[in-house]
């Protein structure tokens, strides 16, 4: 049984492009949970999707934006990147009503904005 | 809204002794209370959780302890081994319609 699978595991962009992050959740799981970690911080919420809507935000701007298919996988958008999206994306998922905060991760994508 | 904070930042321990991590939160309307622990370079993992119908949750050598008036609760890692050095973020939520507010995490270093 597959956990949660996300790609790219690493990439580099620089100022100003835009990237796409993927996510497959746990077998069984109908909700995504979109994370950054900054380098020696905690996770910080972007975003959840559940039923292919976002149900949930962070402290995020619009430049974040996200996506979720009916097989349950999903995307993270971040447009306009700056130098300090650098980061550990991670996707977490879990299964709904009082699960839904019990979180599997994924092991990230380490992204890095130049 | 809800606040999280996490106290040691560091804790270094003896191979063998006990470990205990605290955190206290803001909202006494929350009710779930997830550990994790994110080994270096690796992924966040769910070790022990705690609901607010619970005081005292155990599993093997890890424990979480509740105390809702006083709005804290606690991880105890017993007879630590080299492996538990990691660093371990406490969690707390309202229920199913609000995100998890995070700690900021605690590094627990084991000395041999």
């Known amino acids: 049984d597959a956990g949660v699978t996300q790609s790219p595991t690493h990439l580099i962009k620089t100022r100003g492009q835009q990237v796409t992050l993927r996510c497959s959740p746990k077998?069984?799981?109908?909700?995504v949970s979109w994370y950054q970690q900054a380098l020696g911080q905690g996770p910080q919420f972007i975003f959840q999707?559940?039923?292919?809507?976002?149900?949930q935000r962070g402290n995020f701007p619009d430049r974040f934006s996200g996506h979720q298919f009916p097989n349950y996988s999903s995307e993270l958008n971040v447009n306009a990147l700056l130098l300090g999206d650098s980061a550990l994306y991670l996707c977490?998922?879990?299964?709904?009503?009082?699960?839904?905060?019990?979180?599997?991760f994924g092991a990230g994508s380490r992204l890095t904005v130049l | 809204g809800e606040n999280v904070e996490q106290h040691p930042s560091t804790l270094s321990v003896q191979e063998g002794d006990s470990a205990v991590i605290k955190c206290t939160y803001s909202d006494s309307a929350s009710n779930y209370f997830p550990w994790y622990k994110q080994e270096l370079g690796k992924r966040p993992q769910l070790i022990i959780d705690?609901?607010?119908n619970v005081g005292e949750k155990k599993d093997q050598r890890i424990a979480v302890t509740l105390n809702k008036t006083a709005k804290h609760f606690s991880l105890h890692i017993t007879e630590t081994q080299p492996e538990d050095s990691a660093v371990y973020f406490c969690a707390a939520s309202k229920g199913s319609n609000y995100q998890l507010i995070w700690g900021a995490g605690t590094k627990l270093i084991i000395k041999p």
């Open positions: 999707y559940y039923e292919e809507e976002e149900r």
């Open positions: 077998s069984g799981h109908d909700t």
């Open positions: 977490a998922s879990s299964s709904g009503g009082q699960s839904i905060n019990v979180l599997t």
């Open positions: 705690i609901r607010s």
